[in-house]
């Protein structure tokens, strides 16, 4: 039975509280006064369920809020070095910075401080922000057109019935609905399948970024310093590499990205993540720190190929949504804030969505991505070769006549039977944390253990025989929290999913190589409590 | 009838707080903050009376810096019908002494049939104000309330006691504090947070309540609990014995 569900009207419903959907708020805001504007969060706050490096080029940010570098937000550090290395398990090779991934007047911070006080910003211009009330669904008139969304219910019990103090979600009504959900979006996800936006693109594809904050004993961290790996201890095929950005205050963030079309089903870019951080070149700076946050979320690779179309009648999807990082640059921030200004900026002036597509493609976000196309997918062919083909591409500056395609990462494991196990030559770990529940915890992550369960998956039959034969349950692996366990006891084997611990990261809704699982919002405010991550 | 519900902003529990690296306090910068899970269930059983039916009045109010703010937004939002807050920013002032001559100025003007409030807050775990408050009030005190009956100008009140259940009664007015298993708060909807940015929330400097503060505690420094030490497994319950006595936990 569907309960009786109250409405809000609203002139714009924004679904996601990052960079873009703040950028789109305040930027309509303030292009038209007086429009009423909603902005829908599944995190208790906004900012506590994003994650990201974070370096951020500013120009986006001096173009929304001219006076920004007056009152900064809470961490933000600007960019002095920048260095670049090859890792092997044992040595440590200086290459040349690529031109991207220089970082002159660039900033380091917390995209998590960054969103609340972008919040802040919103909330001063008259933003009506709804921290801890997810979007749930899109809600459709009789052609398809999107006229907002539902609100996830509140209160319902274990078996998915309302308990006592059960709350129907709300249903916002808006003439236009903005997408800003960040990478897989679940809503996204859902309105790219039935209206067949993926049509004229490749694929999306996607990496696993983990990341943690240390405190170092003191004399170690230099303020400003900028440091990326490849190599080790990733094999050649899979793609991703590390990341080491320097705070004030003896902090480091210190992370590690792997993208998702690896092909080892007994990969876990945790224990990637983990192993990387006793290099070494890097133990010795760690050793002795304590961790104070940590967390993983995935991010888009697919770049200019990838990019679905960004409007249907009533609605839009601004920044990482759609796709809009720059993989080269490992930057997204500027690009999802730009999208989300132009994006209201169009809608401002023409009251349509239609057109937007068009615009951003031909804008200078456009050219950006379509320029730096062909090097992300060029390592499918090895590290080496991508390495030779990003030089290539730079050199060009994406003027070679082909784009190279992308392809599913579910899709991109190799079965058990005719994969040859690599030696990776792991070692055994000493730094924090243990394990992934000792990581999970420093993500503050917090479920309400009496609600439905938020990761569905379909058949878990499929778990238990096929994939278990197949691919050893990957899911058991590429899950950086650890929720999906396969247990053995007297009544057999089955998939327990500890969701409480899910980190809203995605990985498992992209990566499962039978796309059974589907990541749905829990109720508002559940998830991880980031907030200088 | 009116109720006076008194609410404390504090870390929300979900979060893991760490000490200042100079040990002058708990971090709380940028953490998520919320109404104490205590105060919560205070302001529900408040609602739950008025919905009851009788003709009830719910006012709430939080002692604590500007932020707080945020926090009687929410109990609007929640249901209550005005909110004040009596606003000070030097923190080391909200001490369960100072804060129960607060109250009481505030019961002397708003006369309030019964005061509701949690038993301790999370953050400092004091379990004092209600009990300072019914003493200097001069009435009667049921805490660690679980269940609240109201008839008749008395309040029948389950307590949660070491030994079990205690049930009490109280002649009104009186002073009630809550425990865990009285209720489950609401979920605030959509609606009402817009209506609740219309209700009536007044802002009173502290000081002009004319208290004496007169700091009861000083706080020298704060320090982490000590950290664990790994453990490490034994082979065979002799080994375990051994090492116990070793370590001097047994004889």
């Known amino acids: ?533 | 009838m009116k109720i006076l519900v008194a609410i404390k902003r504090v870390v929300d529990y979900n979060v893991r707080v760490q000490i200042k690296r100079d040990g002058s306090g708990v971090a709380t910068d940028g953490l998520k903050m919320s109404i104490n899970p205590f105060d919560e269930i205070a302001l529900e059983e408040a609602l739950r009376i008025r919905e009851a039916g009788t003709d009830t009045q719910v006012l709430v109010v939080s002692i604590g810096s500007q932020s707080a703010q945020q926090q009687l937004r929410t109990a609007l939002a929640m249901g209550a019908d005005r909110a004040l807050l009596l606003s000070t920013e030097d923190e080391s002032q909200i001490q369960p002494p100072l804060l129960a001559h607060a109250l009481l100025k505030l019961i002397e003007q708003e006369s309030p049939e019964l005061v509701l409030m949690g038993k301790q807050a999370i953050d400092d775990d004091a379990n004092q104000t209600g009990q300072m408050l019914a003493a200097l009030w001069g009435r009667p005190q049921a805490t660690f309330a679980s269940k609240i009956e109201l008839a008749a100008g008395l309040a029948t009140v389950t307590r949660e006691v070491d030994e079990g259940l205690e049930l009490i009664r109280v002649e009104l007015p009186a002073l009630i504090t809550t425990d865990l298993r009285l209720n489950t708060p609401r979920f605030v909807k959509m609606p009402d947070i817009m209506k609740a940015k219309r209700k009536p929330l007044e802002i009173r400097p502290l000081v002009e309540l004319d208290l004496e503060p007169t700091p009861h505690l000083e706080t020298f420094a704060y320090e982490p609990p000590p950290k664990r030490q790994g453990g490490h497994k034994v082979d065979s319950v002799a080994a375990l014995v051994a090492t116990l006595k070793a370590k001097g936990v047994i004889e």
């Open chain 1, 1 to 533: 039975m569907d309960p009786a569900r109250e409405i809000m009207k609203y002139d714009v419903a924004i679904v996601g509280g990052g960079p873009s959907g703040l950028a789109f708020a305040i930027r309509y805001r303030q292009l038209q006064p007086q429009a009423s504007i909603c902005l829908l969060e599944k995190g208790a706050e906004i900012g506590s369920h994003i994650i990201s490096g974070a370096v951020m080029e500013p120009g986006p940010l001096d173009r929304l809020l001219p006076n920004w570098r007056e009152n900064l937000p809470a961490i933000c550090v600007p960019a002095r070095r920048d260095e670049f290395t090859y890792l092997t398990r044992g040595g440590r090779w200086r290459l040349p910075v690529p031109p991207h991934m220089k970082n002159n007047g660039n900033f380091i911070l917390s995209l998590s401080s960054l969103c609340r006080w972008l919040g802040e910003q919103a909330e001063a211009l008259g933003v009506d922000l709804f921290p801890g009330f997810p979007a749930a669904a899109a809600l459709h008139d009789e052609n398809g057109a999107v006229i907002g969304v539902r609100c996830a219910d509140m209160g319902r019990e274990k078996n998915g019935r309302p308990g006592p103090n059960f709350t129907a979600g709300v249903d916002i009504h808006a003439p236009l609905t903005v997408l800003a959900e960040g990478c897989r979006g679940s809503i996204t996800k859902t309105l790219i399948a039935r209206h067949n936006l993926d049509q004229a693109s490749d694929p999306q594809t996607y990496g696993l970024g983990l990341k943690e904050l240390w405190h170092l004993p003191p004399g170690r961290a230099e303020p400003g310093l900028i440091q990326h790996s490849i190599g080790w201890p990733l094999d050649r095929k899979t793609y991703g590499g590390s990341f080491l950005y320097h705070l004030n205050d003896n902090q480091v963030y210190v992370g590690f990205v792997a993208g998702l079309d690896y092909e080892d089903p007994m990969f876990s870019p945790f224990e990637a993540f983990q192993q990387f951080k006793h290099h070494p070149s890097i133990r010795p700076l760690l050793e002795g720190g304590e961790i104070l946050a940590a967390g993983a979320r995935t991010l888009v690779e697919g770049g200019w190929q990838s990019l679905p179309r960004l409007e249907i009648p009533g609605m839009l999807i601004v920044g990482d949504a759609g796709g809009t990082l720059n993989v080269p640059k490992v930057k997204g921030i500027h690009m999802a804030i730009n999208s989300a200004m132009l994006a209201a900026e169009h809608y401002a002036e023409k009251k349509t969505p239609e057109g937007y597509n068009a615009l951003l493609r031909a804008s200078p976000i456009g050219r950006e991505l379509r320029r730096v196309r062909n090097i992300r997918p060029g390592f499918k062919k090895g590290l080496w070769r991508g390495i030779a083909n990003a030089a290539f591409e730079t050199l060009l500056a994406g003027h070679t006549p082909w784009t190279l395609h992308n392809h599913t990462d579910y899709s991109s494991l190799t079965k058990l039977s005719r994969f040859t196990q690599i030696k990776r030559g792991w070692a055994k770990r000493v730094l924090p944390p243990r394990d992934r529940p000792a990581s999970v915890f420093f993500s503050q992550t917090a479920h309400d253990e009496t609600q439905p369960l938020h990761l569905k998956v379909a058949d878990t039959s499929i778990c238990i025989d096929r994939c278990r034969t197949e691919y050893a349950n990957p899911c058991t692996r590429f899950c950086p929290a650890g929720v999906y366990e396969m247990i053995e006891d007297d009544t057999g084997r089955h998939l327990q999913i500890n969701a409480a611990n899910c980190l809203h990261c995605k990985a498992c809704d992209i990566k499962d190589p039978y796309e059974i699982i589907t990541w749905t919002v829990p109720e508002g405010g559940s998830g991880p409590n980031y907030t200088n991550l």
